[in-house]
Nanobody, 114 residues
Framework: VQLQASGGGLVQAGGSLRLSCAAS????????MGWYRQAPGKQREFVAS???????NYADSVQGRFTISRDNAKNTLYLQMNSLKPDDTGVYYC?????????WGQGTQVTVSS
């Protein structure tokens, strides 16, 4: 499966962005999909994940500001980001794991100016 992330950009602190991640084929709703990010000079970190039948998971740093969702009919994962902070700056990646395979999107840059 191929994942294509989009929607990043430059936004002022307090603003909003919505990221999208389009999958090349259907991914069953029971399969976990998630977002990760990597800030300059830092390791990649977990942001949020979602699967059917369970509440979404969020990193403490984004809880209450970000919302993850998926449209299974469109094979697309979303990340709605509100109240953005400069610390949210980084490259955002979508990811899924199917069987023994781990699949990452190419990343989309999010820059939040103060």
């Amino acid at each position: 499966v191929q994942l294509q992330a989009s929607g990043g950009g430059l936004v002022q602190a307090g603003g909003s962005l919505r990221l999208s991640c389009a999958a090349s084929r259907t991914i069953h709703s029971s399969v976990v999909m998630g977002w990760y990010r990597q800030a300059p000079g830092k390791q990649r970190e977990f942001v949020a994940s979602i699967r059917s039948g369970r509440d979404p998971n969020y990193a403490d740093s984004v809880q209450g500001r970000f919302t993850i969702s998926r449209d299974n009919a469109k094979n697309t994962l979303y990340l709605q980001m509100n109240s953005l902070k400069p610390d949210d700056t980084g490259v955002y990646y979508c990811k899924t794991s199917i069987g023994s395979g781990e699949y990452w999107g190419q990343g989309t840059q999010v820059t939040v100016s103060s």
